[in-house]
């Protein structure tokens, strides 16, 4: 009788081996959540990116409605000064000091009209048209902000940028996505051929789309990495015009929006032309 109450009061405890079979179990469960969640994140990350390209969107098509006609995308301003689509967009949704766009602007790299006048001081801003975007949705940086002090390339440092939504930490230490890119057919052209491609920002040859018109803004590379390293973005001049050809048309070469514009957002990778970006259409990735 008395082993009998010695062994219920023993304590039950696990053994090594039952320990380490759940431990095991544990962690094959983490592992195959793990890259569930990281994809259910990429996946809503993604759907918000395409929310801020369809939030641009409805900015451009008042900027449409109220000036009839979309901002311009060319690569150089009148002058012959670099100027991209990124950097105009920007200017036509939000201005080019985040106070509003003025309706004489000729979107000049140095913000005059055609007579010598500076648009964008601080007397100008009765002139001015509210925002076409608010600026919480807008993301404006700051190239120095993005690339850092000297890493601008020809581009003004203080030029702002519509920035997309996946944000990581710049070389500067500060952190951001990457500057949306922004094209708009020109209407009178026909053809989308990467074989009658312009060779310069000055001459498409007949295409309805422009591939300069962001090139050098993709050429300053990538700004998480440190200046000098690394390779610049992928987005050659071969593939831009094959990733916006829209494939439901066979008979001819056509692109998406051919109406209209293109925006683009690098992705979740931070490189442009590859299988992650993120268009306004819904496209396919062609090596």
Known sequence: MKSIVKQ???KAAFTIIELL???????????????SLNMARRFARKLT???????????????????????PSTALDGTGQEYCGAMKLCEAMVGRDLLGYHPDS?????????????LYAPGTLGARKELFMQLD??????????????????????????????????????????????????????????NFAPTTALDNNGNIYNYWDNHSLVGLGKPWEQAGQGLPHDLDLTRFYRNTRNEKI??????????????MSAGFDGEYGTSDDIYNFDWKYRQ
């Open 8 to 10: 219920s009061n023993r």
């Open 21 to 35: 079979t759940v431990m095991s179990i544990i962690v094959i469960l983490i592992g195959l959540l793990v890259p």
């Open 49 to 71: 990116q395409k929310n801020q390209l369809r939030t641009i969107g409805i900015a451009i098509e008042f900027f449409n409605t109220e000036f009839d006609g979309y901002p």
């Open 106 to 118: 000729i979107f000049s790299r140095d913000g005059m009209d055609i007579v010598g006048r500076q």
């Open 137 to 194: 949705n807008a993301s404006a940086y700051m190239l120095v902000d993005i690339y850092g002090p000297g890493n601008a390339g020809s581009f003004t440092e203080d030029t702002f940028v519509l920035c997309d939504v996946y944000k990581r930490e710049m070389r500067t230490g500060m952190k951001m996505g990457m500057p949306v890119l922004y094209y708009t057919a020109e209407t009178s052209n026909k053809i989308h051929d990467a």
């Open 250 to 263: 066979t008979t001819l070469s056509r692109p998406y929006r051919e109406d209209s514009y293109i925006l």
